[in-house]
């Protein structure tokens, strides 16, 4: 695969790691664009006119979008370091999982966004989507991927730092390790990766990109 | 000696989700066993076999588990790899079939219920909003499948034909039971779309009767949102 492939993202979105962790996994070198959100580029918009989001990966020219869409791409037009099983039984177990991750991930980014009642009730859901992922996800195994990091390991690493992240802002501990031994212990594993742990952005960074971009929105709402 | 394929599909009849994937099974010819689920009351194999959601469908090959429609869908064009294939073999292509589905599902049908549950002006609004997004979705299936599309009779059904056909074939009912959404002079790509979709004889086979549909809709919808 000699084309070139560029990379669209921002350093502190979780979706925008899951790509940068399955190419350096996969060894495949690319070009990184950070986007400045507020004001978007051009190919940015004309790779994904229809969500004008990143993360967007363009190969030899061609623009993919979506994380979980990208990450599959990725698998198949480079299938070293696989991140997918190879039976189907497994694979479709893999998918299930990242359906779910998509499904019941954005709850936890609703009690970062909200207060009051809204917050009360994603507080309920993202509790539940853990519980689900402990005693389901994660029996007898060290990863999601078995015995070392694959495609689920990777769609749920935003359990991995950016929910620490929310916990603190928002002043509220969801992930008791008492509670959620398995998640807790996977947590630590994913982070050791050393792919996965040089490539996390910084902690204190996004606590204060993230504390800032919640206060303006309690503030516009407060005010709207 | 390996076992004999054994495929048990537990759905209800009324659901889309479930249609996918008896279509996608009519379509790869693989013999299964049904098991229509009173989702009042469980069976105990439907929670067993999906402990997470406790919903259908869930397809059961040789007493394994598979749950989600989309899921189950690339589960069947992986394991029965004979033609035809539900999804495109080229990855780009396959990128492009899955971009379009994700955005089918959460983005345009998750645009019903706000019109179900909406009356006079607000509903308006909902519809008009619906009818954009078909737009998007339109243009966006023209650019992307410039060969494939429309849908010619007599082609073999695909993955994005199944998604799209098994929600919108029905759309008669969705105009008797809520209100008129769908029409050609909005979206004449996508009806013209499922006009075609309604006569394959898969699709024929596999929808629900629309009599028995209209009155489930009224019982689902009208029932809640009066």
């Given at each position: 695969m000699g084309e070139e492939v560029k990379l669209h993202g921002t350093w502190a979105s979780p979706f925008s790691c899951r790509v940068i962790w399955a190419l350096k996994l996969k060894g495949i070198p690319y070009e990184y664009i950070e986007e400045d959100l507020s004001n978007k580029s051009s190919q940015l918009l004309q790779h994904n006119p229809v969500h004008k989001k990143i993360p967007v990966l363009v190969h030899g020219g061609k623009a993919t979008c979506e994380s979980m869409i990208i990450l599959e791409y990725v698998e198949e037009m480079w299938p070293q370091n696989p991140l997918l099983p190879t039976h189907p039984c497994e694979r479709a177990d893999a998918r299930f999982w990242i359906k779910f991750a998509e499904e019941k991930g954005p709850a936890m980014w609703t009690v970062y966004r909200t207060s009051g009642e809204e917050q009360e009730k994603a507080v309920k859901d993202t509790l539940e989507m853990l519980r689900a992922i402990e005693a389901h996800g994660l029996v007898d195994k060290k990863y999601f991927g078995g015995d070392k990091i694959g495609i689920v390991d990777i769609a749920f690493g935003q359990i991995a730092q950016w929910l620490g992240v929310i916990e603190d802002i928002v002043?509220?501990?969801?992930?008791?390790?008492?509670?959620?031994?398995?998640?807790?212990?996977?947590?630590?594993?994913f982070?050791?990766?050393?792919?996965?742990?040089?490539?996390?952005?910084?902690?204190?960074?996004m606590m204060v990109l993230f504390k800032h971009f919640r206060e303006m929105l309690l503030t516009s709402s407060r005010d709207s | 000696m390996e076992k004999q394929n054994e495929v048990v599909l537990f759905g209800t009849w009324a659901s889309a989700f479930c249609k996918r994937v008896e279509l996608a099974l009519k379509i790869k010819g693989i013999p299964y066993e049904y098991v229509e689920e009173d989702l009042t009351n469980k069976s105990e194999s439907l929670l067993h076999y999906n402990p997470v959601h406790k919903k259908v469908p869930v397809l059961v090959h040789n007493g394994k588990p598979i749950s989600e429609s989309l899921v189950i869908l690339e589960y069947i064009d992986e394991c029965w790899n004979n033609t035809p294939k539900l999804l495109p073999e080229d990855p780009y292509q396959r990128a492009k079939v899955r971009f379009w589905v994700n955005f089918f599902d959460h983005q345009i049908m998750a645009r019903l219920l706000p019109i179900i549950m909406t009356r006079g002006e607000e509903r308006e609004k909902a519809i008009k909003e619906f009818n954009e997004l078909l737009k998007v979705f339109e243009e966006g299936i023209n650019k992307d499948f410039p060969e494939e599309f429309p849908f010619l009779e007599g082609k073999t059904l695909g993955y994005l034909d199944i998604v799209v056909g098994t929600a919108l074939c029905n759309y008669e009912a969705f105009h008797e039971v809520v209100d008129v959404v769908f029409s050609p002079e909005k979206n004449p790509v996508i009806m013209a779309w499922v006009k075609a979709l309604k006569n394959h004889p898969l699709m024929k086979e596999t929808l629900p009767p629309h009599d028995k549909f209209v009155d489930k809709m009224r019982e689902k919808y009208l029932d809640q949102y009066p």
């Open positions: 002043g509220v501990k969801l992930l008791e390790a008492h509670k959620f031994p398995r998640l807790h212990a996977w947590i630590k594993n982070k050791e990766v050393p792919i996965i742990k040089e490539n996390l952005p910084d902690r204190d960074e | -």
